[in-house]
């Protein structure tokens, strides 16, 4: 079991900024690819942004390319979302997630464990 703990995220104006930490435990060592997706009301979870467990490699949805940064603390076992330039359709919950496969999955069935989510609003 891993378990994925979320934390950050809130309210921001548009053009803001906001970051979202994800503390990643438990049994690990399967893990490839750390991600991060997001879900609006009525709407499917998309992915977001992936990073590879070294933190070397990084992968972007164009949606956020440019704005958002995924990056990775080896020390804490965690994974950060630094997003700037937020937009309003931004707004979404954020869950961050494990992927035991290789490249960058970028459905939701390609990862197997997941965080419990984080609110992110972005007000125009």
């Known amino acids: 079991q891993v378990q994925l703990v979320e934390s950050g995220g809130g309210l921001a104006q548009a053009g803001g900024s906001l970051r979202l930490s994800c503390a990643a435990s438990?049994?690990?060592?399967?893990?490839?690819?750390l991600g991060w997706f997001r879900q609006a009301p009525g709407k499917e979870r998309d992915f977001v942004a992936a990073?590879?467990?070294?933190?070397?490699?990084?992968y972007y949805a164009d949606s956020v390319k440019g704005r958002f940064t995924i990056s990775r603390d080896n020390a804490k076992n965690s994974v950060n979302l630094q997003m700037n330039s937020l937009k309003p359709e931004d707004t979404a919950v954020y869950f961050c997630?494990?992927?035991?496969?290789?490249?960058?999955?970028?459905?939701?069935?390609?990862?197997?464990?997941w965080g419990q989510g984080a609110q992110v609003t972005v007000s125009s």
């Open positions: 997630a494990t992927s035991p496969q290789y490249g960058w999955p970028r459905t939701p069935t390609q990862y197997d464990y």
């Open positions: 438990g049994r690990t060592f399967r893990t490839n690819v």
């Open positions: 990073i590879s467990w070294s933190g070397t490699n990084t």
